[in-house]
C-alpha cells in the first residue's frame, strides 16, 4: 500500500521541480491502494510543491452550455475526476473563473496565476492560465492517463490557430462568484471530430524529442511533459501538418 512518504519520494525520483510548477491530469484508480486514499495523494503533492505551484483541471464543460449556462465558481463539480474535484474544495486553493475550463491552484503566486481566465472567449488562451504554464515553463503529470487527456495541446492547437477547432459564433455563459456576482463569458467552444482522441499518436516522437518521459506514481504510469518542448515539437509538427490529429492512423515514419 501506499502512503504519503512512498508518493513523495516517488515525485523526488521523477525529477520534479519542488520549486517550480506542476499540472496534473489524472485517474485516481490507476494509483492504487493509498493510506488515506485520494486525501492523501493530495496530501503528498501539496506537501511536495508547498514552495511551488500545484494546479489541477477542474473543468466543466461536460455540464456547462447554453442550456446550463451558468458556472458556479464555488461549487460547481469538476467533470475530469476525484482528484480535481476534491482539490478545489481544500483550504487556500483558488479557482479560475473559467466556465469550461477553469484550474485550480495553490501555493506561490496561486492568485495572479488563476486571476483573468473569464476575460477570454476560447478554453485555451494563449494569456489564460493553459498559457502561463508555458511562461513558467511548468511541468505536466499524466497519471495513469495518456496524451489523450493531456489539454494543454488544445492550447498549442488554439495558439497555432488549427482551423475547425473551435466554434466561429458565440454562446453566452455565465460565471457566479461566491459574492453572487454575475459575469458574463461569451464563449466559443471544441467542435467536430474527438480531435484529442488522437493526441496518443506523437507519443513517440514526444519521448524521441525528450518532451516527455515515464515515470511512476503509486502503480501508475505518469507521463512528465515538459511545456516548453512539448510546444516547439507540436508547433513545428502542426505548422506543417495542420491535419496531424485529423485521422487516428499512426504516423509514418
Not at 506542476?22 to 492523501?40: F, P, Q, R
Not at 505518469?222 to 485529423?246: A, G, R
Request: one cysteine or more.
Amino acid at each position: 500500500m501506499h502512503t504519503k512518504h512512498s508518493l513523495i519520494e516517488q515525485l523526488e525520483r521523477a525529477g520534479i521541480d519542488k520549486l517550480g510548477t506542476v499540472l496534473m491530469h489524472s485517474s485516481m484508480k490507476s494509483i492504487g491502494d493509498v493510506e488515506g486514499g485520494a486525501d492523501t495523494v493530495l496530501d503528498a503533492l501539496s506537501q511536495y510543491m508547498q514552495e511551488g505551484l500545484l494546479v489541477l483541471p477542474t473543468h466543466t464543460w461536460a455540464d456547462i452550455n447554453a442550456n446550463n449556462p451558468r458556472f458556479y465558481v464555488e461549487s460547481s463539480p469538476v467533470c475530469v475526476g476525484i482528484l480535481p474535484e476534491l482539490f478545489r474544495q481544500r483550504e487556500n486553493v483558488l479557482r479560475s473563473y473559467h466556465p469550461t475550463h477553469s484550474v485550480a491552484a495553490l501555493g506561490q503566486d496561486a492568485a495572479s496565476f488563476v486571476a483573468g481566465d473569464e476575460r477570454f472567449d476560447t478554453p485555451c488562451h494563449r494569456q489564460s492560465a493553459w498559457g502561463k504554464l508555458l511562461d513558467r515553463k511548468a511541468k505536466i503529470l499524466l497519471v495513469g492517463v495518456d496524451q489523450k487527456r493531456n489539454t494543454f495541446i488544445h492550447g498549442i492547437e488554439e495558439w497555432v490557430d488549427i482551423p475547425g477547432r473551435l466554434t466561429d459564433g458565440h454562446e453566452m455563459l455565465y460565471t457566479i462568484l461566491p459574492d453572487g456576482t454575475e459575469i458574463e463569458v461569451p464563449s466559443r467552444r471544441h467542435q467536430g471530430l474527438p480531435w484529442s482522441e488522437h493526441f496518443w499518436k506523437v507519443e513517440g516522437i514526444l519521448e524521441q524529442q525528450r518532451a516527455i518521459y515515464l515515470a511512476e506514481f503509486g502503480d501508475a504510469e505518469m507521463w512528465v511533459c515538459d511545456t516548453v518542448k512539448l510546444t516547439d515539437v507540436l508547433t513545428t509538427m502542426l505548422q506543417k501538418d495542420p491535419d496531424l490529429f485529423s485521422d487516428n492512423e499512426p504516423l509514418s515514419d
